[in-house]
């Protein structure tokens, strides 16, 4: 049985830094691209980051970009996002996904339960 358990959420003020956290298990996950979705309060859930099996392929919604960096490691099944210069927008749920591929999906097969994140203004 797959899990994938988020960690890292908070409140932080406005322009601070966030980083979570998003340990994969279950099943090998080798050729299988991680990512993060996010859902603010009344807003549909949307894609925010993606990265491939090797990490040679990195790419972000239009709004994170240059703000956001995800990383990955491998050894542990374990997917980042590093969250820089926190707007109020950004505040939501945020869900891990593992998709099979290169590239996370529009609907990822895997997703874990959430990590909150609020930014105050």
């Known amino acids: 049985q797959v899990q994938l358990v988020e960690s890292g959420g908070g409140l932080v003020q406005a322009g601070g830094s966030l980083r979570l956290s998003c340990a994969a298990s279950?099943?090998?996950?080798?050729?299988?691209?991680m990512g993060w979705f996010r859902q603010a309060p009344g807003k549909e859930r949307e894609f925010v980051a993606g990265i491939s099996w090797s990490g040679s392929l990195k790419y972000y919604t239009d709004s994170v970009k240059g703000r956001f960096t995800i990383s990955r490691d491998n050894a542990k099944n374990t997917v980042y996002l590093q969250m820089n210069d926190l707007k109020a927008e950004d505040t939501a749920v945020y869900y891990c996904v593992v998709d099979p591929g290169v590239r996370v999906g529009a609907h990822p097969e895997y997703w874990g339960q959430g990590t909150q994140v609020t930014v105050s203004s």
């Open positions: 279950g099943r090998t996950f080798s050729r299988y691209a």
